[in-house]
């Protein structure tokens, strides 16, 4: 398992590995911003997109839709901060 880090304004640790299902998908855990869990998706990403997101502490990061824009706007949010759709659904109904 790799871990990454976006560096800026709000550091993100991401754990990464291929999945055991699919070695064309990496498995990512992240822990949730919202819950404090630790959360693990498949996604159809590779390193290089990861690292291209998340920059270096020398060269910054690009927005996660122009390099990654085939994922869905859940697969993204969970990039960014950990939070899955099930999370989001309860922080809406609790709202509601």
């Known amino acids: 398992m790799k871990t990454l ?3 800026g304004f709000r550091p993100v640790n991401i754990n990464f590995q291929p999945s055991p299902d699919n070695p064309a998908v990496m498995r990512i855990t992240r822990k949730s911003d ?6 693990t998706m498949d996604l159809a990403v590779t390193e290089d997109q990861l690292r291209n997101w ?8 690009q927005l996660i839709q122009f390099v990654m ?9 969970f ?8 999370e989001w659904k309860k922080i809406v109904d609790e709202e509601a």
């Open 54 to 61: 998340l920059g270096t502490q020398d060269v910054p990061g």
């Open 79 to 86: 990039l960014i901060s950990g939070c899955t759709p099930e």
């Open 69 to 77: 824009p085939h994922l869905s706007s859940e697969q993204r949010e």
């Open 34 to 39: 919202v819950s404090g869990k630790e959360n």
């Open 5 to 7: 880090v976006k560096h």
